[in-house]
């Protein structure tokens, strides 16, 4: 199998930096002339396309990586085939605005620790060729409907979000003397563990919430004064502001 990047920004660069690790021979890569790509080619030995028709031309798979607002002039007039698929890592483009035909072409939307084989990807709808692309990143998740995947895509905004709360973190504990390594290892690692567990447990996460809550304990004090500040209600308008954006609405 030959895989395409269309589009070579910092999300593909992750993604093939995924790929490597997993053990894809670099010679089974295109990468479209852009962007990073010739650093990249010239840095693993990749192959490099001589522009975006010739990648078409040799890939199985093409991951569509562009920006956006970008994507459906990218894929107009290419020599799309049959037996050829397409995954768009483009957030907020229908597959409606997509004509790749007759490719088939799937949805997903992978994080930047692909490059560590731990991006909990989501995609639509779920097609053996892009699984097998998309586990080498992290785990997959399929979606039943395009709706359900924009829904699951607001999750790539938290992961940016989980990130800066972890910075803050750390940084309030390095102002408090706590060695700055320590700080950024403990707050990051702290984040892993609750995800974790949660992600390893069946029961409900309120009942694991009240579980770990000790009426007057240290928990319990910093909910009260995030609630005080309507944080939950905050965090709950900006995931719908991003689903907003996702969908046009």
Not at 84 to 108: E, F, H, K, N
Not at 158 to 177: F, H, M, N, P
Request: hydrophobic share 50%; with cysteine.
């Amino acid at each position: 199998m030959i895989i395409g990047i269309l589009g070579v920004g910092h999300l593909a660069a992750s993604m093939l930096a995924g790929f490597l690790r997993s053990g894809l021979d670099p010679a089974a890569i295109v990468l479209s002339p852009r962007g990073k790509a010739t650093a990249l080619s010239a840095r693993h030995g990749f192959q490099l396309a001589a522009d975006n028709r010739d990648l078409v031309e040799r890939s199985d798979v093409v991951l569509l990586s562009v920006r956006p607002a970008h994507a459906p002039e990218a894929v107009a007039g290419l020599p799309w085939r049959m037996g050829q698929t397409v995954v768009s890592v483009c957030a907020g483009v229908p597959l409606s605005r997509l004509d790749v035909a007759p490719a088939r072409i799937v949805r997903a939307m992978p994080f930047t620790a692909s490059e560590i084989a731990a991006s909990p990807t989501v995609y639509f709808p779920d097609l053996g060729e892009a699984r097998a692309v998309l586990d080498r990143l992290g785990p997959s998740i399929a979606l039943p409907t395009e709706k359900d995947f924009e829904v699951a895509t607001v999750s790539a905004a938290v992961y940016g979000w989980a990130q800066d709360l972890i910075r803050k973190t750390a940084e309030w504990s390095s102002a408090e003397g706590l060695d700055p390594t320590i700080a950024r290892r403990l707050a990051a690692m702290t984040f892993v563990a609750a995800g974790q567990l949660i992600a390893e447990k069946d029961e409900p996460m309120d009942q694991m919430l009240e579980e770990l809550v000790t009426p007057g304990g240290i928990t319990e004090r910093g909910l009260q004064v995030l609630l005080a500040r309507d944080v939950p209600a905050a965090w709950e308008e900006a995931c719908g502001a991003v689903l907003d954006k996702l969908t046009g609405a």
